[in-house]
């Protein structure tokens, strides 16, 4: 069954506002990566974080991995109407190979 | 981006034909994989392979079947295919399948199966 659980499923924000996607694993993860998919693209590879309570910035988005290592989240601060897409979280469980994906998070903005 | 290309981008068969999919990478990976999504699961992993090697198959039924000529191609082969396989399949590539390396996605074949 789906392992990595990722909400909301979709969210709307007004350009400006503050948006939050969270992602939950019921075992503990070796890492966590995020992606972004824009509409009609393919994901693309945004980050990846591997240490307990980790936190990384790119611009406006900021990542952070939980302490347990079975959460994370991704914040996008004054959001742009670049930032519409579907955001995936995918963590590695601990002892396995396999890298298992979130449903995503679906992000449209009204600019 | 051109490191993971993929062919055909769009593809209509009828459920009795058979066509294959090819995905190559340019980025010297040992790993590559297959995904469907559709809107009703995301991201669903089909097969891995590394080193050539088929690591995994995820229940996927037999109307698909992966080929893996090596570490540059992958190739899936479709026949009898049901309209419920109409999805978007995309192919992706690791450097290696261990060690949490991030995954470069092909542009994605959209499937219609008519």
């Given at each position: 069954g789906q392992q990595v659980m990722q909400i909301p499923q979709y969210q709307h924000v007004q350009e400006g506002e503050d948006f939050t996607t969270y992602c939950n694993s019921s075992t503990t993860l070796s890492n966590i990566q995020w992606y972004k998919q824009r509409p009609g693209g393919h994901p693309v590879f945004l980050i990846q974080l591997v240490k307990s309570g980790e936190v990384k910035k790119q611009k406006r988005l900021t990542f952070q991995f939980g302490e347990a290592k079975k959460n994370s989240s991704l914040h996008i601060t004054?959001?742009?109407?670049?930032?519409?897409g579907t955001y995936f979280c995918a963590g590695r469980i601990q002892g396995a190979q396999k890298l298992v994906f979130g449903q995503g998070t679906r992000l449209t903005i009204n600019p | 981006e051109t490191g993971v290309t993929q062919t055909p981008r769009h593809l209509v068969m009828g459920m009795t034909n058979k066509k294959s999919l090819k995905c190559e990478q340019h980025?010297?990976?040992n790993a590559m994989y297959w995904y469907k999504q559709s809107a009703k699961k995301p991201l669903e992993l089909m097969f891995v392979y590394n080193f050539k090697e088929q690591t995994e198959n995820n229940s996927v039924p037999s109307r698909f079947s992966p080929e893996c000529p090596n570490s540059s191609h992958l190739f899936l082969h479709l026949h009898t295919?049901?309209?419920?396989?109409?999805a978007l399949y995309l192919c992706a590539s690791s450097?290696?399948?261990?060690?949490g390396r991030e995954q470069y996605f092909g542009p994605g074949t959209r499937l219609t199966v008519t």
């Open positions: 004054a959001t742009q109407t670049t930032d519409v | 980025l010297g990976h295919l049901q309209p419920e396989d109409s450097l290696l399948l261990e060690g």
